[in-house]
């Protein structure tokens, strides 16, 4: 139920322009042109998604309590799925905030209506996009994009020197000793992480570390000669897949079982599958794995 008609202060109009509901038509002006001039929260939802029905009121009243600072599009994903497509959203509900035309932070799941609330304030605050912790993370980012790793864990180690259970640095630093190919200190810093922290960087680690521990034993070496003798053992190429996610080589372990649900997507109860999406979580949202993944798994399952 909309809390649109509690907005104080607004009147009908203003409300509806505060809090409203988007579609991929019109997303690109309710969004991203939007965001241009005040922080967009956009939630994704559906009708038959349970915690979005507990997290769309609480998102509704602190926006009208935030009184103008910032809009809340809500978008379902079943009629509307293509910008949840490009953002790569797994789950719902799923809660990203734009400014200047493009996301800044968000979270998934449904969160007490506390942090909820901290969430809308932030982006409510002035200059907050501008202050120096955001900058930080951003620089760190970009340096870990560009595999300048020293350079990524000095901004991050500085951001957590002024705020010790930012989930954005934890999670960012998780993933810099996951590509550094030191996965216990990753598993050291999640550890510091509070239980309740949202970020997909965490969310990517704890699945990369879940993969390799899950990693079949047999060698490569052999799973690949069996292929030779058989390129229809999906068995084999399964554990192939398996062997090369546990060792970081997600694109290799993706291509395997893209293969096999082309030849046959029901195989072993859709196994290949549930592993794939694994995969994209752990090489994580925005990543190329994922992208061009999705694309050619919707290609095959569409097709």
């Known amino acids: 139920m909309s809390l649109i008609g509690e907005t104080t202060g607004n009147s009908p109009a203003a409300a509806g322009d505060l809090i409203k509901d988007g579609t991929d038509a019109s997303f690109m002006a309710d969004v991203i042109e939007a965001s241009k001039t005040q922080p967009v929260i956009v939630d994704f939802w559906a009708t038959w998604c ?21 809009k809340l599009v809500k978008i379902d994903i079943d009629k509307n799925p293509a910008y949840a497509g490009q ?8 809660v990203f905030a734009f400014e200047g035309g493009r996301p800044v932070d968000g979270f998934m799941g449904a969160l007490p209506e506390s942090q909820v ?14 202050s120096e912790v955001d900058q930080l993370l951003d620089m760190a980012r970009e340096s870990l ?15 957590l020197q ?9 999670g960012g630093l998780a993933r810099l000793y996951m590509q550094n190919g030191d996965p216990e200190r990753a598993r050291e810093i999640l550890a510091m992480a509070p239980p309740d922290a949202k970020d997909p960087d965490l969310d990517s680690v704890r699945a990369a570390l879940a993969l390799a521990e899950a990693a079949p034993s047999g060698e490569v070496a052999g799973l690949e000669h069996r292929l030779v003798q058989n390129p229809e053992d999906h068995e084999a190429r399964f554990e192939l897949a398996g062997a090369l996610a ?24 859709q196994a290949a599958r549930k592993q794939l999406l694994k995969i994209f979580e752990a090489a994580g949202p925005m990543s190329e794995v994922a992208k061009a993944g999705r694309r050619r798994l919707s290609a095959i399952l569409f097709s």
Do not use: M
């Open 246 to 269: 546990g060792a970081g080589q997600l694109d290799q372990a993706a291509e395997h079982l893209l293969h096999i649900i082309e030849r046959d997507r029901e195989w072993n109860d």
């Open 117 to 130: 609330k901290a969430f809308v304030d932030r982006l409510a605050k002035p200059g907050a996009a501008g």
């Open 50 to 70: 349970g915690p979005c029905r507990q997290l769309g009121p609480a998102l509704e009243r602190a926006v009208a309590a935030a009184k103008g600072a910032v």
């Open 145 to 159: 994009e560009t595999n300048d790793l020293g350079g990524a864990a000095q901004a991050y180690a500085q951001v």
């Open 87 to 94: 953002l790569r959203v797994q789950s719902i509900p799923a």
């Open 162 to 170: 002024v705020e010790p259970e930012n989930a954005r640095a934890l």
